[in-house]
């Protein structure tokens, strides 16, 4: 129990060590926002995000204290993990561990415990849901009723949670049919349903918004607040690369304990040496004459490393069925590397009880994938090691924003953006400042609803106005003409300065504030 313990106590510490670490990036600022302006949907996601924020309230424009309900969310997820891993047969505390260390740090295990995103409130629904499940399978059935409302919860985080469905369905199949003669799994489905409603009456009150967003973004249509376009048409060979790149982008994100998998899985290849056994106690033994050897491959019928025979479809179905899912969505559509995350938190204890006694390397190489974040999240807030600009995404996301920001409270006019992202970040370094996102000049977000910003209505406008933009040159406003223009270089190394001429060879950021004035004639 110590090790459990340990474990989670030692990713918790971190993650609140980098929380205070790392200034808040551009989604993040925008979830936050929605934090003080709480309701049962949004334009881009369902409300778990925005409850997951609320401590932001706690002090205005600190990235430590609005992470804290992420990082609570987080810790919660790991205790329930725990105690899954445990109840599918992982009785070797040891392994248990282990599995938690896999599945904590992961690429997606490090960055997602710290950073919050509507991931964190999907992985604490989706940890609950597999949780109560197995209880069901194991014979009490009516934990069918918490488990339909840990899936409830879940797509309050994120709608990808629909996914747990199709395998809750194939895990009772496989594992206790009979249950589908009870009424337990479908009061179960209707307590999801009934949990989640609030979402669905606040989106057929708002013209299915979110729904209708998500749908388009997951199959790579153009989704504005009303149009709905097709997706282009994919040609094979573009299908087969946009598979490949996608589950070699899955694989990355074990980072080094993927290598470690290689290394050591090549190894036992050539090992001809007899295995331990795979079973644990209280499970049926191999038979006679085959104990002590490893003779067919370990996730054949029967013979899954000690898992419980009731959880051992759940345990792979939760984790092959995601990462299948949105293989098919990348044959025909874009598909963002974090969509099927949900696998690692099965994947984890699957590859602890297979390699379990690999534990040296495994535990050496999540070590390294802790080290190896820890180094670049103290770049992205200094900026301080000497990386190529194209691994510079964190630092561009959340360097000079504090300074931009106060630079703008100076303004003699009200500020607006062009892009959701800049809008947010300067709303979370000054929460007072009723600074909105300008429509038509990129993607809509929810700004332009006037729920937690003030909506912008160009034809009425009467007064100037500063924009803050990173086009070189002042866009075309109907009405309006640019009369003042400022340039605002942030550099790695100096501190966020108005100037003429950049003062570093390659900025982070150069961005323009523009005045504009109605009817004005823009200035050359």
Same mark, same amino acid.
């Given at each position: 129990?110590?090790?459990?313990?340990?474990?989670?106590?030692?990713?918790?510490?971190?993650?609140?060590?980098?929380?205070?670490?790392?200034?808040?990036?551009?989604?993040?600022?925008?979830?936050?926002?929605?934090?003080?302006?709480?309701? +049962?949907?949004?334009?881009?996601?369902?409300?778990? *995000?925005?409850?997951?924020?609320?401590?932001?309230?706690?002090?205005?424009?600190?990235?430590?204290?609005?992470?804290?309900?992420?990082?609570?969310?987080?810790?919660?997820?790991?205790?329930?993990?725990?105690?899954?891993?445990?109840?599918?047969?992982?009785?070797?505390?040891?392994?248990?561990?282990?599995?938690?260390?896999?599945?904590?740090?992961? @690429?997606?295990?490090?960055?997602?415990?710290?950073?919050?995103?509507?991931?964190?409130?999907?992985?604490?629904?989706?940890?609950?849901?597999?949780?109560?499940?197995?209880?069901?399978?194991?014979?009490?059935?009516?934990?069918?009723?918490?488990?339909?409302?840990?899936?409830?919860?879940?797509?309050?985080?994120?709608?990808?949670?629909?996914?747990?469905?199709?395998?809750? @369905?194939?895990?009772?199949?496989?594992?206790?049919?009979?249950?589908?003669?009870?009424?337990?799994?479908?009061?179960?489905?209707?307590?999801?349903?009934?949990?989640?409603?609030?979402?669905?009456?606040?989106?057929?009150?708002?013209?299915?918004?979110?729904?209708?967003?998500?749908?388009?973004?997951?199959?790579?249509?153009?989704?504005?607040?009303?149009?709905?376009?097709?997706?282009?048409?994919?040609?094979?060979?573009?299908?087969?690369?946009?598979?490949?790149?996608?589950?070699?982008?899955?694989?990355?994100?074990?980072?080094?304990?993927?290598?470690?998998? *290689?290394?050591?899985?090549?190894?036992?290849?050539?090992?001809?040496?007899?295995?331990?056994?795979?079973?644990?106690?209280?499970?049926?033994?191999?038979?006679?004459?085959?104990?002590?050897?490893?003779?067919?491959?370990?996730?054949?019928?029967?013979?899954?490393?000690?898992?419980?025979?009731?959880?051992?479809?759940?345990?792979?179905?939760?984790?092959?069925?995601?990462?299948?899912?949105?293989?098919?969505?990348?044959?025909?559509?874009?598909?963002?590397?974090?969509?099927?995350?949900?696998?690692?938190?099965?994947?984890?204890?699957?590859?602890?009880?297979?390699?379990?006694?690999?534990?040296?390397?495994?535990?050496?190489?999540?070590?390294?994938?802790?080290?190896?974040?820890?180094?670049?999240?103290?770049?992205?807030?200094?900026?301080?090691?000497?990386?190529?600009?194209?691994?510079?995404?964190?630092?561009?996301?959340?360097?000079?924003?504090?300074?931009?920001?106060?630079?703008?409270?100076?303004?003699?006019?009200?500020?607006?953006?062009?892009?959701?992202?800049?809008?947010?970040?300067?709303?979370?370094?000054?929460?007072?400042?009723?600074?909105?996102?300008?429509?038509?000049?990129?993607?809509?977000?929810?700004?332009?609803?006037?729920?937690?910003?003030?909506?912008?209505?160009?034809?009425?406008?009467?007064?100037?106005?500063?924009?803050?933009?990173?086009?070189?040159?002042?866009?075309?406003?109907?009405?309006?003409?640019?009369?003042?223009?400022?340039?605002?270089?942030?550099?790695?190394?100096?501190? *966020?300065?108005?100037?003429? *001429?950049?003062?570093?060879?390659?900025?982070?950021?150069? +961005?323009?504030?523009?005045?504009?004035?109605?009817?004005?004639?823009?200035?050359?």
């Amino acid at each position: 129990m110590k090790w459990i313990i340990a474990v989670i106590a030692a990713l918790t510490a971190w993650r609140l060590s980098i929380a205070a670490l790392l200034p808040v990036t551009q989604d993040e600022a925008y979830y936050f926002d929605w934090a003080r302006h709480l309701a +049962w949907g949004y334009f881009d996601h369902p409300p778990g *995000v925005a409850l997951l924020g609320v401590t932001t309230w706690l002090e205005s424009g600190s990235a430590f204290a609005a992470r804290l309900g992420g990082i609570s969310a987080g810790l919660i997820t790991l205790l329930v993990l725990a105690r899954f891993y445990r109840r599918c047969g992982l009785s070797d505390a040891r392994d248990v561990a282990l599995a938690l260390l896999l599945a904590g740090t992961t @690429l997606i295990g490090l960055i997602g415990g710290v950073i919050t995103t509507p991931d964190t409130a999907l992985m604490l629904g989706w940890a609950l849901a597999l949780h109560e499940s197995e209880r069901a399978l194991a014979g009490d059935r009516r934990r069918w009723l918490t488990a339909g409302a840990a899936i409830g919860l879940g797509l309050l985080g994120k709608y990808t949670m629909v996914l747990i469905g199709p395998v809750v @369905l194939w895990a009772i199949v496989r594992s206790d049919w009979r249950a589908l003669r009870t009424v337990w799994p479908y009061l179960g489905a209707v307590l999801a349903l009934v949990v989640f409603a609030p979402n669905i009456i606040w989106n057929a009150n708002h013209d299915w918004l979110t729904m209708r967003f998500q749908l388009g973004h997951g199959l790579s249509t153009d989704v504005g607040v009303v149009a709905t376009l097709p997706p282009a048409a994919m040609a094979l060979g573009e299908r087969f690369a946009s598979v490949t790149g996608y589950l070699a982008t899955q694989l990355a994100f074990w980072g080094l304990i993927a290598l470690a998998l *290689v290394v050591r899985l090549n190894s036992s290849f050539f090992d001809k040496s007899p295995q331990p056994p795979f079973f644990q106690r209280g499970e049926k033994e191999p038979p006679s004459g085959a104990k002590g050897t490893l003779e067919k491959p370990p996730f054949a019928k029967g013979r899954l490393g000690g898992f419980k025979r009731h959880a051992q479809p759940l345990l792979i179905t939760a984790t092959l069925f995601p990462l299948g899912f949105f293989a098919v969505i990348a044959s025909f559509s874009a598909v963002e590397a974090n969509w099927p995350a949900v696998y690692l938190l099965t994947a984890a204890p699957l590859l602890s009880a297979w390699l379990r006694n690999q534990r040296r390397w495994l535990i050496g190489a999540a070590l390294a994938n802790v080290l190896l974040v820890t180094l670049y999240a103290a770049h992205a807030a200094t900026g301080a090691l000497p990386l190529p600009d194209a691994l510079n995404r964190i630092l561009r996301e959340t360097h000079g924003f504090a300074e931009l920001a106060q630079i703008v409270s100076t303004l003699d006019a009200p500020v607006y953006a062009d892009r959701y992202q800049t809008t947010a970040l300067l709303r979370f370094y000054q929460p007072q400042q009723e600074i909105s996102q300008w429509p038509e000049l990129s993607r809509p977000s929810e700004y332009l609803r006037g729920e937690i910003a003030p909506r912008v209505e160009p034809a009425t406008m009467q007064q100037p106005f500063w924009l803050v933009t990173r086009r070189m040159t002042p866009p075309a406003l109907t009405g309006f003409g640019c009369t003042t223009a400022r340039q605002i270089f942030d550099c790695a190394t100096l501190p *966020v300065q108005e100037a003429t *001429v950049a003062p570093c060879s390659q900025p982070l950021h150069i +961005w323009q504030l523009y005045r504009y004035e109605p009817s004005a004639i823009s200035v050359p």
